[in-house]
């Protein structure tokens, strides 16, 4: 067993005309014409700038999407009114968990449809969890809430400094779904709720 990890290297000669590049494709952009490229523990990267293929290269893990399935980091995280939610007190429930913030258009655009399927599989032991990662926390939520024309049903928590880390969250908008402590589904990007609200009535059913 290698107790090394393999080192990233940079990709030369000729490269094809469009890729999906990594940081792009994880937020639902398609094909581009690709900057550079870089191999990671046998597998090719493309990039669509110069930039991300450097950093890339400092750090590849900080870019490779988390493997699935996966143990859900537990957190104990404040709604804007005060109360304290921990992924334990969720237990025995379907949970999705909704990485957003109010900077993000995709995310917040996403939020009703988010409401909808807390309103029609709640009776299932199911819920939604909105976690902000707005770094002023409430500073930004509270009025983000207030304003909005959605009335939230599900508990919206409070940035928590390391969590996004932990879940293996790259970029927002991120859905994941957990269940008995595992993380087994994650979408990220540009979110299809049409997608996701089949993988939960699957999961419901089995």
Same mark, same amino acid.
Request: charged share 25%.
């Given at each position: 067993?290698?107790?090394?990890?393999?080192?990233?290297?940079?990709?030369?000669?000729? !490269?094809?005309?469009?890729? #999906?590049?990594?940081?792009?494709?994880?937020?639902?952009?398609?094909?581009?014409?690709?900057? +550079? =490229?870089?191999?990671?523990?046998?597998?090719?990267?493309?990039?669509c700038n110069t930039?991300?293929?450097?950093?890339? #290269?400092?750090?590849?893990?900080?870019?490779?999407p988390a493997p699935?399935?996966?143990?859900? %980091?537990?957190? =104990?995280?404040?709604?804007?009114?005060?109360?304290?939610?921990?992924?334990?007190?969720?237990? +025995?429930?379907?949970?999705?968990?909704?990485?957003?913030?109010?900077?993000?258009?995709?995310?917040?655009?996403?939020?009703?449809?988010?409401?909808?399927?807390?309103? @029609?599989?709640?009776?299932?032991?199911?819920?939604?969890?909105?976690?902000?990662?707005?770094?002023?926390?409430?500073? @930004?939520?509270?009025?983000? !809430?207030?304003?909005?024309?959605?009335?939230?049903?599900?508990?919206?928590?409070?940035? +928590?400094?390391?969590?996004?880390?932990?879940? +293996?969250? @790259?970029?927002? %908008?991120?859905?994941?779904?957990? @269940?008995?402590?595992?993380?087994?589904?994650?979408w990220s990007g540009?979110?299809?709720?049409?997608?996701?609200?089949?993988? #939960?009535?699957?999961?419901?059913?089995?």
């Amino acid at each position: 067993m290698r107790w090394f990890q393999e080192k990233a290297q940079r990709v030369t000669g000729k !490269l094809p005309a469009k890729a #999906l590049c990594l940081v792009c494709s994880q937020s639902g952009e398609g094909e581009e014409k690709p900057a +550079g =490229a870089a191999s990671y523990k046998g597998k090719t990267y493309y990039f669509c700038n110069t930039s991300e293929i450097e950093r890339f #290269l400092k750090d590849p893990e900080a870019y490779i999407p988390a493997p699935i399935p996966r143990p859900a %980091p537990p957190f =104990a995280l404040k709604t804007p009114s005060g109360e304290t939610v921990t992924l334990d007190s969720l237990k +025995g429930k379907l949970v999705l968990v909704d990485f957003w913030a109010t900077w993000c258009d995709p995310c917040v655009k996403a939020m009703p449809d988010m409401q909808k399927l807390q309103l @029609k599989y709640a009776a299932k032991n199911f819920t939604v969890v909105g976690i902000s990662l707005d770094e002023e926390g409430a500073k @930004k939520v509270v009025p983000f !809430l207030a304003k909005s024309k959605v009335k939230f049903t599900y508990p919206i928590l409070l940035h +928590g400094e390391t969590i996004w880390q932990a879940w +293996g969250v @790259k970029s927002v %908008p991120s859905v994941l779904l957990v @269940k008995d402590g595992q993380i087994f589904q994650h979408w990220s990007g540009k979110i299809n709720i049409k997608e996701i609200e089949t993988k #939960l009535r699957e999961t419901l059913a089995s």
